[in-house]
């Protein structure tokens, strides 16, 4: 298995296994793995020398996910709600 030599933010200077590195396309092209010492994901920027070598080290890629809109994200064309409209609820509330 190749080794890949790249770094923590925390711990320095890591070997990482090619196969616990993965490729991500997304809007920018990263590459993420978890630090063994620390335990925290890592993302890092790549160009295309980083990238030809990952792939030469047999780094998988992996497609970014896209992030969606939650299904009860409030309707971004909806009135704002206002200070009256929470009085209106306040006692609305107190009536039931
Ligand atoms: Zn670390």
New binding site residues.
């Given amino acids: 298995m190749t080794t890949v030599r790249t770094s923590?933010e925390?711990?320095g200077q890591i070997d990482m296994p090619a196969a616990n590195i993965v490729l991500v396309r997304g809007e920018r092209v990263t590459y993420k793995f978890t630090?063994p010492?620390?335990q925290?994901e890592r993302i890092k920027p790549t160009d295309k020398k980083i990238i030809g070598l990952l792939e030469a080290a047999g780094v998988e890629w992996e497609q970014e996910t896209p992030i969606l809109l939650h299904p009860e994200s409030p309707n971004p064309d909806a009135p704002l709600l206002t200070l009256n409209d929470l009085i209106d609820l306040h006692k609305e509330l107190e009536e039931l």
Avoid: N, S
Wanted: proline residues 0%; neutral net charge; aromatic residues 0%.
């Fill in positions: 923590c925390q711990c630090c010492t620390c925290i």
